[in-house]
């Protein structure tokens, strides 16, 4: 009976079933050969993230600042309202605490072998697989993401981080050896990575999971310690995410102390900026990413600053939309799009432009809002995570509307019949958008589909690059080559053919250009950006050859100094043979010889 239902499962999935049993025992293999231990470890997870919890009060008005309790953070769930608990902000202070403490943690720590670091990675990579369930509640109640969402922005990208980390990271810093030059081919020249020293991560709210342990993961790596600053949106679940790492650290015999978290108003991000850590990753707007390299530039402290997105997905005329239009939907609408690579402007193409609109309609107006811990899996949007950006979303919409553009479905908040004061927006569809309008301009961050039509690829590429940021975008072809050459068009850091922020998972750079901000994290250029990048020079074979200064150059320099130069340019870099000949013989005479 087993048998048969198995056989009746791979007849309609057979490839699919092969290529998922292969990767399967790949990864099994892969991780029985592997050498480095893993160290169990475990965290009490709050009561509060249980699915069906109800034991919040119900805030009238659910906002992060409290007036009777000011420097206090207010955390509620977004998609219930409901108050979860109140928490002293962080102030200047702290964040000289928290500095003193991870370098006096990470002077032992950048001494760890490759091997003690990656078996800390791999007992995190262990109790995320096995926790998963319990990360994804406390993401959830914090933002009001839903629980898929959750699975794959918080748990999938994390645990690839940390496997390419683990398999790649070593390589990736390890010292790179370079040609050495033509006129000193007994020097041996290498680059060498070390560690930054404490470097501060100031990350958003849209994804709080991964968006702390990504860059903890690297500055780890890395041999560095580090300042995790997040926002008062999600100072809740950092209290759970902390312990994760810090018991992981613990537990594998090394100092805690080395990961510090920090959260509080926009105060103590500018006290962290100027505090003296010696690099920073920014995550956020390009308002706050401004004022972040202002700070900085006081102490000259490296930043790498992603500043969000207006990514498109050019739809050409040969797409094919089955497969198409389910991975641009994800695309807009996961975490209610609040996405720093969320798509928020689709270009398609005029012959298939009316379909397109028509089928995704019909799929937009069937999506289900609400609290996904309390609903279960019946929720396809979550809530919105800030407070008052409704009034902006509307606003962006109704512009949109009086200047020619066609509100198909939503464009107005989300009221839930069972959470009266939760933050919710009806997934909405815009149709017949231009440049010009500000909605093309603005990153909107939110459930809205902008739909802008166009006739030629030359058209394409320019609605694409009409808008100030530069982050990643997306074509959708049926042939290879020629969005491989619009790809090279585009005006941005990252572009996924037939998908949406595939580039992200296959640990390539991450960052943009623009409005988007400058600098890289992600894959071996992202781990490198976590390190003083240092040049050195050795000697081939230090007992026989070194650098010796020629007589005509000592000084006081002779007055055939520079011909001698000239001729040993002339030696090493002519085209001549009969040139090189005579250019060495004046060398040998000194640089008397003249041609």
Not at 246 to 259: F, S
Not at 277 to 305: E, H, N, Y
């Amino acid at each position: 009976m087993t048998l048969a239902i198995i056989l009746e499962y791979i007849r309609p999935h057979g490839t699919i079933f092969i290529i998922s049993a292969f990767v399967t025992l790949f990864v099994i293999i892969a991780f029985k050969l592997s050498e480095d231990k893993v160290v169990e470890f475990s965290v009490s997870v709050p009561a509060e993230a249980k699915p069906g919890w109800n034991g919040g009060k119900i805030l009238d008005k659910p906002n992060l600042k409290d007036p009777k309790n000011l420097g206090y953070i207010q955390c509620y769930d977004p998609a219930t309202g409901q108050l979860l608990d109140i928490i002293k902000a962080h102030t200047e202070k702290d964040v000289s605490e928290a500095l003193r403490k991870a370098r006096n943690a990470q002077k032992k720590w950048a001494q760890t072998s490759f091997a003690e670091r990656r078996t800390v990675l791999k007992s995190l990579l262990n109790f995320i697989v096995k926790n998963q369930e319990e990360i994804c509640w406390v993401s959830c109640r914090d933002t009001g993401k839903t629980f898929v969402d959750a699975k794959f922005g918080e748990i999938m990208v994390t645990c690839e981080k940390i496997r390419w980390t683990i398999k790649n990271g070593e390589k990736a810093i390890s010292p790179q050896y370079r040609e050495s030059p033509m006129i000193m081919p007994y020097k041996v020249p290498k680059i060498v990575f070390e560690p930054l020293g404490v470097v501060a991560a100031l990350i958003s709210w849209n994804y709080p999971f991964h968006n702390s342990f990504g860059p903890i993961i690297s500055a780890l790596f890395a041999g560095n310690g580090i300042l995790v600053k997040c926002s008062e949106q999600v100072a809740w679940s950092m209290n759970y995410f902390s312990q994760i790492i810090k018991n992981c650290l613990a537990q594998c015999g090394h100092d805690p102390d080395v990961v510090q978290f920090l959260c509080g108003f926009p105060d103590c991000g500018e006290a962290l900026v100027r505090s003296g850590v010696d690099g920073i990753t920014f995550i956020g707007s390009p308002q706050v990413g401004r004022k972040v390299m202002q700070s900085a530039s006081a102490t000259l402290t490296p930043c790498i600053l992603e500043l969000g997105g207006k990514d498109c997905a050019i739809i050409r005329h040969d797409a094919n939309l089955d497969r198409t239009i389910p991975i641009v939907l994800r695309g807009v609408f996961q975490n209610s799009g609040q996405n720093c690579i969320g798509l928020e402007r689709i270009i398609v193409h005029e012959k298939l432009h009316d379909e397109f609109v028509k089928r995704v309609y019909d799929k937009v107006k069937l999506m289900r809002v609400g609290c996904s811990l309390n609903d279960e899996d019946r929720v396809d949007v979550g809530a919105i995570t800030m407070s008052d950006q409704s009034e902006r979303i509307t606003a962006l919409i109704k512009s949109a509307v009086s200047a020619g553009a066609t509100l198909v479905h939503g464009g107005h908040p989300y009221f839930h019949p069972n959470y009266k004061t939760a933050q919710y927006y009806t997934p909405t569809l815009l149709t017949n958008v231009t440049s010009k309008m500000e909605i093309s301009q603005t990153e909107v961050f939110a459930p809205v589909m902008v739909i802008m039509k166009f006739k030629t690829d030359e058209e394409a590429i320019e609605i694409a690059n009409s808008a100030p940021y530069g982050l990643g975008n997306s074509i959708f072809t049926s042939n290879q080559d020629e969005g491989d050459l619009m790809a090279r068009k585009l005006k941005c850091g990252m572009v996924g053919v037939n998908d949406f922020g595939v580039t992200y998972m296959c640990n390539l750079p991450f960052g943009g250009v623009g409005g988007s901000g400058f600098g890289r994290f992600g894959g071996v250029e992202g781990m490198r950006s976590q390190c003083l990048m240092k040049s050195v020079a050795l000697d081939r074979y230090p007992s026989l050859i070194q650098t010796t200064i020629p007589q005509a150059l000592n000084y006081p320099i002779s007055t055939n100094g520079s011909m001698f130069v000239n001729s040993l340019i002339r030696a090493i870099y002519g085209n001549s043979l009969v040139d090189k000949i005579k250019a060495s013989i004046t060398m040998i005479q000194g640089g008397k010889r003249k041609f």
